[in-house]
């Protein structure tokens, strides 16, 4: 028989959570619900059918679940109301929304990952700029190698995406003394900060811009959206930081600029993903590369537990829930 967190026998009743932690390591769990461990691996707690809050798995044996475990039970939840990723962005899930019951509905993880997502945008940044690679490369072979390299001081920053995450980014480039921040999101508005222009604008934009940021979701429109074209427009020795999704560039085409040496480019996201042995990208010059740790930090967790203890309050008053992209028809 199931249990809840505090060990008490299930009432079958009581609507049925899968968490991708174990209910009773996170504190102040919501009464009135029936919880189930599931983080991607092995079997199934219990049926899937019965499952009315599904919590996406996050991290499989210190890897990050990929989209084919995430999307599995999903066909089989035929009574799921609430499906909850704890990534920001849901493109992967996307895809299982006709298998869902009308109305249920998919939440992202919005505000999760703004710290260590912006923390990385600027360890890229700053790694790349003042050529940190270059620097452990001469480590291991045991030479000391001087010399000038860029500061973030006095560089012009362009935000491609100003979300949670691209405001995380500005506040964390204050104390650096760029010489401005240029933000760009779909729609242009305007913040305390200054204005936020939209993406028709980036060909006017990109030639004033040292460092380039990109942390826009990935949508049919974003897809592609830094190709040749605009990383043309990127001036001479330009750094194009990508936080996003791999698929926002084309990967064709910034290969090209980097080896011809015109730009540099520090990468947490590739297009494809993983990045096989041997692809070009791997060493390219210029070029910073991490596995798509954005997200995974020490960071993560607490914020993830408060972002599920939360939700699943809100599921259990029939409130509405933060952060919902989308309500299966």
Known sequence: MSADHS??????????AWLPFRPEEIEG???GLEYAYWDGGGDYPTDPARVAFYGVPYEIDGRLAPAEVCLRPLPLMRGVRVVQALTAGVDHLKSALPLLPSGAVLCNAR?????????LALALTLASLRDIPGFVRAQDAGEWRQGFRPALA?????????GSIGRAIEDRLAPFECARVTRVARSPRHTERGPVHPVTAL??????ADVVIVVTPL???????????LLARMKDGALLVN???GAVVDTGAL????????????????DPEPLPPGHPLWSAPGALITPHVGGPSSAFRPRAEALLRGQLAGFVLDEPLRNVVATAL
């Open 243 to 245: 936080v996003a999704r």
């Open 203 to 208: 060909p006017d934009l990109l030639p004033d």
């Open 7 to 16: 060990g008490a026998p299930a009432a079958t009743a009581r609507p049925l």
């Open 154 to 162: 006095d560089k012009a920053v362009l935000i491609v995406g100003y």
């Open 255 to 270: 290969v090209a600029e980097l080896e011809s040496g015109r730009l540099r480019a520090a990468l947490d996201v590739t």
């Open 111 to 119: 505000g999760l990952h703004d710290a260590s997502t912006a923390e």
């Open 29 to 31: 769990l919501p009464e």
């Open 219 to 229: 949508t049919d429109e974003t897809r592609g959206l830094f190709g040749a074209g």
